[in-house]
């Protein structure tokens, strides 16, 4: 039904342009423009541009072409070439495949809320994998207006105020919403990413008004949220900057992950002088002359955080093959 709708979009683009070809005058096939342009968004078999002209228009692209939102392409005759990209965020999928969310994205905005609670790990994930990409990760934390809202907050603010920006806003009521459209007005591209029901593109929607993107409902038994969102797509905000909407993933599974770049990008251990332990592949578990134990020992690393850091370091050793596995 949905992938119909598209054909039907793509078929009428490419319908569009033969008639305006035939209405240009003079204009010979061979000296079409190239025009540059943004994928904002992917339905499989064609990808929407908006190019630098202003126009945005569907192209037709071959299924497994690997392109995602927020690439930069070049468009000539029909034919897309994607530009080196300046930043790739990747998650590795609950069936072990490698997926890249985003391309060219400069902050990635960790979406929380009360209800739906975050699965465990699934923050530290988010951080690690921005981090690794070379995103700054931000903590959104959602329905701060909920009666339950208060202690969630504090207990994101004990965890994470050290490591992370945080925003506490509510879709439903505005809170917050200022301080975080202030934040992206620099020019900068975020994407939202969460598990699904917390409020992405219901928060999308608060922010800019008129993109009435679909919101789903809770399910009262589990709590859970149901998928609406289906395809990630980018917007412009109105006052500068610009947001992906992502369906909600549960996991946020870590691609080619070494341990020493665990220990730098983990959430609770930016304090920690890299490179300073008596041996230089140290795991920071029971090795001697560690000088994350040393820290922990001294509480200036929380033990909560330390505990966390040796699950994810569990798993990678778990399924080290798995972890290094390449694209
Ligand atoms: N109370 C409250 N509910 C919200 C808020 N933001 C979103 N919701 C509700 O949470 C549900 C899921 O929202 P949606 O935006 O689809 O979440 P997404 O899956 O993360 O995109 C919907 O029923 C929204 O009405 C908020 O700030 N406060
Ligand atoms: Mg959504």
Not at 26 to 36: H, I, L
Not at 70 to 75: I, L, M, N, S
Request: net charge positive; hydrophobic share 35%; proline share 4%.
């Amino acid at each position: 039904m949905y992938l119909s709708f598209v054909l039907e979009r793509v078929n009428a683009e490419i319908q569009r342009l033969k008639t305006n070809k035939k209405t240009q005058s003079g204009s010979a096939p061979g000296q079409e423009r190239e025009q540059k342009g943004v994928i904002v968004s992917h339905h499989g078999i064609a990808v929407n541009i908006r190019f630098e002209s202003g126009e945005q228009r569907l192209v037709k692209v071959k299924r497994r072409a690997g392109h995602v939102v927020g690439d930069t392409v070049a468009v000539k005759h029909h034919r897309l070439t994607r530009l080196p990209r300046k930043t790739e965020l990747c998650r590795r999928n609950s069936r072990g495949s490698i997926c890249v969310v985003g391309a060219n994205l400069d902050v990635l905005g960790v979406v929380v809320s009360p209800l739906p609670s975050p699965t465990p790990g699934y923050i530290d994930q988010s951080v690690i994998a921005a981090r690794q990409a070379g995103l700054i990760p931000l903590l959104v934390i959602n329905k701060a207006d909920l009666e339950t809202a208060g202690s969630f907050i504090r207990q994101m603010e004990r965890t994470y105020s050290e490591s992370l920006d945080i925003f506490v806003v509510s879709a439903k009521t505005g809170q917050g919403l200022d301080a975080l459209k202030l934040y992206l007005r620099d020019g900068l591209r975020a994407i939202f990413t969460g598990i699904t029901g917390v409020g992405k593109s219901s928060l999308l929607n608060a922010i800019f008004p008129t993109l009435d993107l679909k919101v789903g409902e809770i399910y009262e038994a589990g709590k859970r949220g149901c998928n609406t969102t289906t395809v990630s797509s980018l917007h412009s905000l109105p006052d500068g900057g610009e947001l992906v909407d992502t369906p909600g993933f549960n996991e946020f599974g870590l691609v080619d992950i070494t341990t020493e770049n665990l220990a730098e990008c983990f959430p609770g251990f930016e304090q920690v002088p890299h490179g300073s332990c008596r041996f230089r592949n140290c795991r920071h578990r029971t090795e001697p002359g560690c000088i994350v134990s040393t820290m922990v020992d001294s509480g200036q690393i929380p033990m909560e955080r330390y505990t966390a850091y040796t699950e994810i370091l569990n798993q990678i050793e778990a399924g080290d093959a798995r972890f290094r596995t390449r694209r």
